[in-house]
């Protein structure tokens, strides 16, 4: 029998020689090493980076690799003996160049003498390349560093994945945000004027759905140049769809609806070349702007599909198109992140998870992180039961690159939707369903509260009212309140829904739990700080929303409004809807005068319209007006 320490040895070493074959992936090997509780060594760590960085890939274009004796002279940077750990150098010297450092599991990344020796080698970098991305990992933590020679700068970069990337996920951050949002606003009505006038395409959506399924077969490489005929362009777009799409379809077989929709449309043939050739070029002038490689965060589909919409405010069905500020809002009051399930069961055009998708992507790193992946492909879920809108939905996350996330086209009042929601394990929840009792409002927000897991968050914008006048309970308020609590409720601003006449606020659920008499705290967002520009809608051209949104959601957070005083406790046996305060009743003297006047002359039944009109006419025309010592003098004859 071998001795105690032989034995807890070979298992050590076992472990060692196993890690080799496991350390393709940040995850597995932390995981692993965590399970060990072993500490890798600067030479383990420096491996790994190897491998997920992809710096073990042959490109004859590039330098690249990672060992502990190569020389930066041996790279190309003649007489300099300095020793990076890591490198990418492409031939091209006016692409991006990346170094790394890396340090044993044990050493602080953060630490200033860490940090000094990448700094270093990012400026010897420097001497050839004018855009590095210099990289300190210890197996762990991750730091990175940009510089610009243009800017002449080195500047450390918070907002990146917490996790190592793929080398294509630092070549990314030089990328520039190239959204221009007046443009897609000026774009979108100039398109839909054409496909109104020039197309004859009367309904609304349609003219959306043309121009969405545009966009999605200019992304996939279809042939749309000026010059085309009419007949040559939409069979482009046609074929496109129905070929390029494979892949998605096998993923998410609901895409075909796409071309089923697009081919249904019936719009006018036209000789007009012009209306052809600026079709063409307005959508491949909004796809430059939707390039998802320079997304930043905005829902550019959702300006897009919002403009459309202000031609008209409420369609057919009952829908509201939420607004992107309070989208980005409502994501932050009910605090999701990266690693939550989100659902959206009256998705419409998809403006809630898009912006979910952007948020919870941006959050894990950005569009090349590999978790963005998992986030669109098993974090996103929409229910949508008009057909057109479903289409639209599906195309706006084509349209930004993700043709995975779980969408689909049901009825969200019936149980067949609520088994599905069962089983998505959703945590938290961002509607806004239609207010018409016709179309089931009350029993859409029942049937997801009832099948999320209890603790979900869930935030409805509803009309301000519809919870006092819909499913009413002596007892409870509110029938939703005997198995779920509403914790909160936010009154927005009068005007947001632009042109809609709507009032409404946000109704944040806690579902599975009862209220059993808990109040609910109100507050009231008066104003947002948009303003109405012509053609636009309500815009925020003065910048002002994101310091409100900032104010509010601390705000709430920590149950306080000491700027603008609207906190309320709501008792829930009383009302469930933010409460306006009463005036306080005051009466002015020149009231009191006004009554005893109106009382004197019915008492001589004189009639006070016509004695208006009489003194109006004398004192305009009749009379003599004079000044004296800053007192205005008005004569008028008795016989008037």
């Known amino acids: 029998m071998l001795p105690k320490y032989v034995i807890v040895y070979y298992i050590y070493a076992n472990a060692r ?63 300099i003996s ?29 630490s200033e003498k860490n940090y000094t020796e990448l700094i270093k080698n990012i400026e010897i970098t420097s001497q050839q390349y004018k855009r590095i991305v210099g990289i300190l ?38 990328k520039e945000n190239r959204i221009n949002k007046q443009l897609v606003y000026s774009l979108t009505k100039k398109i839909n004027d054409c496909l109104h006038v020039q197309f004859g395409i009367t309904n609304l959506y349609h003219r959306m759905i043309i ?93 897009f599909f919002n403009e459309f919409n202000r031609y008209k405010k409420k369609s057919e069905s009952g829908q509201v198109f939420t607004p992107d500020h309070i989208t980005s809002f409502m994501y932050r009051l009910i605090e999701v992140n990266q690693h939550d399930r989100v659902l959206d069961a009256t998705c419409g055009s998809g403006a809630f998870l898009v912006k979910a998708m952007c948020n919870m992507v941006k959050e894990a790193g950005g569009v090349n992180s590999s978790e963005a992946m998992v986030i669109k492909s098993s974090q996103l879920f929409g229910i949508e039961f008009h057909r057109e809108i479903f289409a639209l939905a599906c195309a706006n996350m084509l349209i930004h690159k993700d043709g995975k996330t779980n969408l689909e086209q049901l009825d969200t009042r019936t149980d067949e939707a609520c088994e599905w929601i069962k089983s998505k394990k959703i945590t ?44 009413v309970d002596k007892k409870y308020g509110n029938k939703l309140l005997k198995t779920n609590t509403l914790m909160t409720i936010v009154k927005l601003p009068e005007n947001l829904f632009f042109g809609i006449g709507v009032t409404t606020s946000i109704f944040v659920f806690e579902a599975g739990k009862p209220q059993d008499g808990r109040n609910i705290i109100g507050y009231y ?78 008492n001589r039944c004189i009639d006070v319209k016509d004695f208006n009109e009489k003194i109006t006419k004398a004192v305009l025309y009749g009379s003599s007006i004079s000044e004296s010592e800053g007192v205005v003098r008005i004569e008028i004859p008795k016989n008037l």
């Open 137 to 174: 990992y210890n197996g762990t933590d991750v730091r990175i560093v940009k510089y610009s020679a243009d800017s002449k700068t080195v500047e450390e970069v918070l907002d990146v994945a917490q996790t190592l990337q793929n080398k294509r996920y630092y070549i990314a951050l030089f």
């Open 428 to 471: 938290k929840v961002l509607m806004n369903p239609p207010y018409e009792r016709k179309y089931g409002c009350m029993k859409i927000v029942e049937n997801v509260l009832k099948s999320v897991p209890c603790g979900t968050k869930c935030a409805f914008i509803l009309p301000d009212k519809k919870l006092e006048k819909d499913y």
């Open 17 to 79: 020689l196993n890690y080799v074959h496991l350390h393709t992936k940040a995850s597995s090997t932390d995981k692993f090493y965590s399970n060990l509780n072993m500490i890798r060594t600067e030479d383990e760590v420096r491996d790994a980076a190897k491998n997920i960085l992809g710096f073990d890939e042959k490109d004859a274009a590039v330098k690249q690799g990672t060992g502990q004796i190569t020389t930066f002279n041996q790279l190309g940077f003649k007489g």
């Open 525 to 602: 967002i008066e104003d947002d700080g948009l303003e109405t520009v012509k053609n636009q809608g309500r815009q925020d051209i003065k910048g002002r929303w994101q310091e409100k949104e900032d104010y509010w959601i601390e705000a709430i957070r920590d149950g306080a409004d000491p700027m603008y005083g609207t906190r309320q406790i709501i008792n829930p046996s009383e009302h469930l809807s933010y409460q306006m305060p009463t005036a306080p009743f005051e009466i002015f003297e020149e009231d009191f005068i006004k009554t005893m006047m109106d009382y004197e002359m019915f």
């Open 82 to 110: 300095d020793k990076p750990d890591g490198w990418y150098l492409p031939n091209d010297k006016q692409d991006v160049a990346i170094v790394l450092e890396t340090k044993s599991e044990k050493e602080d990344v953060f």
């Open 211 to 303: 121009t969405a399924c545009a966009l999605v077969a200019k992304r996939y490489g279809a042939m749309l140049e000026k010059g085309m005929e009419y007949s040559l362009m939409t069979s482009s777009i046609l074929n496109t769809l129905s070929k390029s799409l494979e892949k998605d379809r096998k993923q998410n077989l609901k895409l075909d609806l796409l071309v089923e929709v697009y081919s249904e449309i019936k719009m006018n043939m036209t000789n007009n070349q012009e209306a052809i050739d600026n079709f063409i070029t307005w959508v491949s002038e909004i796809s430059d702007c939707v390039n998802s490689d320079y997304w930043n965060g905005e829902d550019v589909m959702g300006i």
